[in-house]
């Protein structure tokens, strides 16, 4: 559906843009990442046609951007961090108006501007001044502007900026619904939105790709080869520290958690990269049990999307700094 391949992108002698590429098949959700000025911003306007690239290809369902503009913005709803709305037409109006320069032929207008107005929860505000709306009223006109088309493919820049908790939850579980018929790059700060609603996730930085991959694929190239846990023990906890850390295969171990009055004890137990946590974990069990330290918690940890994300940011900085 979507393919961008070595897009670079100067302003003047500033090179916002180096080197991105990415793919994104039809029916996929894809989070696009990045620090700020990382270049996510300019990528998405030139995908939409907004901005010219200096070079590199953009295709979009088939279509080159610079060759056939009209056929790639017809595919596209663009949603970006700063919605720009009529503030003096009215949201029923306005999404009329969009809905006929997207080219929904008349005949279907009503009723795409009625779903529209029920997918992003504005049923009750269709009469309503735009300029009267809430700042989260606002995004959900952006939202149902990008969908009142029909597009085949989304890109949402910060989509739910500016909504509350339950409206946050409530445009996540719009994604999740709108993907069974859309192809979607989703753009965020926020990381978990990520982790709940797709499927893969690209991150760039200093204006390049730095990782193309699923969230899990991504915690297994850095897994931090860590299990934590709680034991019921009622023996000092430097005996069930240097118990655990004797075990073949475990590195280190650090006394996280002891419960005042209590027996129960948590640790922090790393192995080596090249351990298995399975059998780390089967050792941990045996020698907890022959100590009669009942078990009560043993969790394999995986390294967070955003414990990633800083840790690829951060090497691009570092090696553009030293470049």
Not at 36 to 64: F, H, Q
Not at 228 to 238: G, K, N, S, W, Y
Not at 302 to 312: A, G, M, Q, T, W
Request: glycine share 8%; net charge neutral.
């Amino acid at each position: 559906m979507l393919r961008v391949r070595s897009l670079r992108k100067y302003y003047g002698e500033f090179l916002a843009v180096r080197d991105v590429s990415l793919d994104v098949a039809p029916g996929e959700v894809v989070g696009f990442l990045g620090p700020n000025g990382a270049g996510k911003s300019t990528t998405m306007r030139i995908i939409t046609g907004y901005l010219p690239a200096t070079s590199g290809e953009v295709r979009v369902d088939g279509y080159e951007v610079t060759r056939h503009p009209l056929a790639v913005r017809q595919r596209i709803g663009y949603l970006p961090e700063h919605t720009p709305l009529y503030t003096d037409m009215r949201v029923r109006e306005y999404l009329r108006y969009r809905a006929r320069i997207k080219g929904v032929p008349r005949r279907q207008v009503e009723a795409r501007v009625d779903e529209v107005l029920e997918r992003a929860w504005l049923s009750d505000r269709p009469r309503q001044l735009i300029g009267t709306l809430s700042k989260g009223y606002r995004q959900r006109v952006g939202i149902a502007d990008a969908m009142v088309g029909h597009p085949r493919l989304l890109i949402l820049d910060e989509p739910t900026i500016g909504l509350d908790p339950a409206q946050i939850r409530a445009v996540r579980d719009l994604i999740r619904e709108l993907a069974e018929g859309h192809t979607i790059l989703l753009s965020t700060h926020i990381l978990a939105e990520v982790e709940q609603v797709c499927s893969r996730v690209v991150i760039i930085a200093r204006g390049e790709t730095v990782a193309d991959d699923t969230v899990e694929g991504l915690q297994a190239r850095f897994d931090e080869h860590v299990i934590e846990l709680t034991v019921e023990a009622d023996e000092p906890t430097e005996k069930v520290r240097a118990t655990l850390a004797a075990l073949p295969g475990v590195v280190t171990v650090v006394a996280t958690q002891a419960e005042p009055e209590s027996p129960l004890q948590s640790f922090r137990v790393s192995f080596g990269e090249r351990g298995d946590a399975t059998e780390v974990a089967k050792r941990i069990c045996r020698a907890t049990t022959s100590a009669g330290w009942p078990l009560v918690r043993l969790s394999p940890q995986r390294p967070s999307l955003e414990s990633i994300f800083v840790r690829l940011t951060q090497s691009a900085e570092a090696t553009g700094s030293a470049a």
